[in-house]
Nanobody, 123 residues
Framework: QVQLVESGGGLVQAGGSLRLSCAASGRTDSTYATGWFRQAPGKEREFVAAISSSDRSYYADFVKGRFTISRDNAKNTVYLQMNSLKPEDTAAYYC?????????????????WGQGTQVTVSS
């Protein structure tokens, strides 16, 4: 089992920044990839960003140039730096891990999920 705990969410004004953290514990695996997803009320959970075990990063088009995913293997933590936030970025943000990186946009390919952290961007 792998446990994931997200943190760093909160309320921020449009144009502001937040950094989300996803700390992993338990049977962590260095070959795992980590993804960030988000879900707004009444909407499906959607892919935001992912990082492979070899540090290749992938982004949804709507966050390119604004969000950056990174990892600190020594801390078993993956970060999502979010800049230039918009009201439409308001959602619960979840991290998840999976072996490999293929089909990284699909929630069904991820094995373990965190409980989520709320991000609210005011206009």
């Amino acid at each position: 089992q792998v446990q994931l705990v997200e943190s760093g969410g909160g309320l921020v004004q449009a144009g502001g920044s937040l950094r989300l953290s996803c700390a992993a514990s338990g049977r962590t695996d260095s070959t795992y990839a980590t993804g960030w997803f988000r879900q707004a009320p009444g909407k499906e959970r959607e892919f935001v960003a992912a990082i492979s075990s070899s540090d290749r990063s992938y982004y949804a088009d709507f966050v390119k140039g604004r969000f950056t995913i990174s990892r600190d293997n020594a801390k078993n933590t993956v970060y999502l730096q979010m800049n230039s936030l918009k009201p439409e970025d308001t959602a619960a943000y979840y991290c998840a891990v999976r072996p490999g990186i293929g089909n990284y946009r699909y929630t069904s390919t991820y094995e373990y999920w965190g409980q989520g952290t709320q991000v609210t961007v005011s206009s």
